[in-house]
């Protein structure tokens, strides 16, 4: 292959990303150092053989083979194309391949780029255990906890008043244990979850989480205005979760107030909708504004409205999925806004 | 079918012992047949092992099943009973901790009848075995055997 700078030919060879240049017939032509290192051969081992055949198994370099070449990936004019390989052994290991024709050599060469995704898997899969775990170890012992105290309550042994009070202290702690162990469990599921994509009309999601707030609270006086016609690409399940977190919270923090108000409009430029959920409750100091979509990084104490400190964060989880962005604007005393940026359609990021 | 027994699968002593005060509570007089894992619940279904002499013929009006038990776990009880002709009919209810979705999902796969998540707070605990009660010993029109 003809690189006509040198300076290409350098980038290519210290890469830290493990790279191969593919002839259409499978031949590999170049490999750098971070590859070698990666399939623990030497390059010479690599270069000039069709080199995917020994180190994959059949299976494996047959998809590898069927993505290059005449009728390839390349030939039907396919950018690039993802292969996730399994290794068998005894600590099998993950291969994440991306193959990409290179334009210029109209589908005669593609660009092989290989990582070792195994220890990001084996995160993820102790992170699914651990929640799991959670989920059924962790809710036992507070199950017990909490019933047997329902017992003693009952059996009149602690009559004086001041054990009735201890008694009611657990299982108020059991109560606020089991909610924790709801939200962590939410923000787990958020992250892991596959999403669904779909046009979501965030106005009707508004309209509805709204009605809710009112009911659960109907002596409250309370105006919630959602602009209509707001749209946007997405799961409807958690962008409809993520503005309950947001109007509860914008609900709780205007306790002090006579009405609540809350108002939600956006506008669309550039394939994504900028929405805005304004109230006017207490607001915060815009010092603390990084901490607030961070796990357990709470503003408020919880006679203040405070809650688990999960609420913001699994919001942001939701947005992050949605490849979005999510932030707010605050005075103390004049109220928040909190602006989320979606897709509108697939395809579009923000 | 026999109506006048339910059989608890589960392994932790407390969970028995809240679920024995909870079905009094809630006034199920039924008698309260508890194993201890998954081979033991097959044993006393099949009438074999510890269980020999039990007329498999006299099935329990309910089962209740935890997921994560000893030995066999909640999944492969529920495939056993759904794939052997004496019991294919029995009503599962799933009585456990999660409410991870993917746990839902496969039991529900695996042909059970209702799932429910063990509520943590003592009186709602109360309440939904009273309603399991209420339902699947009163108003459910149990399969008559053949």
């Known amino acids: 292959m003809e690189v006509a700078d040198h300076r290409y030919r350098d980038a290519f060879a210290h890469a830290d990303t493990g790279m191969a240049l593919l002839a259409a017939d499978g031949t590999w032509l170049e490999a750098n150092a971070a590859l070698a290192r990666l399939l623990d051969r030497p390059r010479e081992a690599l270069v000039g053989t069709v080199a995917h055949k020994a180190i994959f198994d059949a299976p494996a370099a047959a998809r590898i083979s069927a993505a290059i070449g005449a009728g390839g990936a390349a030939a039907k004019g396919a950018e690039r194309q993802v292969l996730a390989l399994e290794e068998a052994g005894a600590s099998p290991r993950h291969w994440q391949l991306t193959l990409s024709p290179l334009p210029d050599a109209a589908g005669a060469l593609t660009l092989l780029q290989v990582e070792d995704c195994s220890a990001a898997l084996a995160a993820q899969r102790d992170q699914d255990m651990l929640a799991y775990g959670i989920s059924h170890d962790l809710r036992a012992p507070l199950r017990s906890i909490g019933g047997f105290a329902a017992r003693l309550a009952d059996s009149g042994l602690a009559a004086d008043a001041a054990a009735g009070a201890d008694l009611a202290r657990i299982r108020a702690a059991v109560v606020r244990a089991e909610h924790l162990i709801d939200a962590l469990l939410e923000l787990s599921w958020a992250s892991r979850q596959p999403y669904r994509d779909d046009t979501v009309d965030l106005s009707l999601l508004g309209e509805w989480v709204g009605a809710e707030l009112r009911d659960a609270d109907p002596a409250r006086d309370a105006e919630i205005a959602v602009a209509p016609g707001l749209q946007a690409w997405g799961d409807e399940h958690w962008l409809r979760r993520m503005l309950q977190l947001l109007f509860d919270n914008a609900w709780k923090f205007s306790s002090e107030r006579e009405r609540v108000e809350i108002a939600m409009d956006g506008e669309v430029s550039d394939g994504k909708l900028a929405l805005a959920i304004r109230d006017h409750g207490s607001g915060f100091d815009m010092r603390y504004a990084g901490k607030l979509f961070q796990p357990f990084q709470r503003l408020h104490a919880s006679e203040q409205g405070g809650g688990n400190g999960l609420g913001l964060a699994i919001a942001r989880q939701v947005v992050d999925r949605h490849r979005g962005r999510i932030w707010a604007q605050s005075q103390p005393g004049q109220g928040s806004t909190f602006f989320v940026e979606l897709p509108v359609a697939a395809g579009t990021t923000p | ?146």
């Open chain 2, 1 to 146: 079918m026999n109506q006048n027994e339910i059989l608890l699968i589960e392994d932790n002593p407390d969970d028995i012992e809240l679920t024995r005060i909870a079905f009094t509570e809630a006034g199920i007089e039924q008698r309260l047949v508890v194993v201890r894992d998954g081979a033991e619940a097959l044993d006393y279904l099949f009438a074999r092992g510890a269980y020999a002499g039990r007329n498999a013929r006299e099935q329990p009006a309910i089962v209740l099943l935890d997921l994560n038990l000893p030995k066999l776990d909640g999944r492969e009880v529920l495939q056993a009973i759904r794939s052997d002709a004496r019991t294919r009919a029995l009503p599962v209810v799933v009585l456990t901790t999660s409410d991870e979705p993917f746990d839902i999902e496969a039991t529900y796969a695996l042909g059970v009848n209702s799932y429910i998540r063990k509520p943590v707070d003592f009186e709602q605990f109360v309440a939904a075995v009273k309603q399991i009660g209420l339902y699947w010993l009163v108003l459910n029109q149990p399969r008559v055997a053949s």
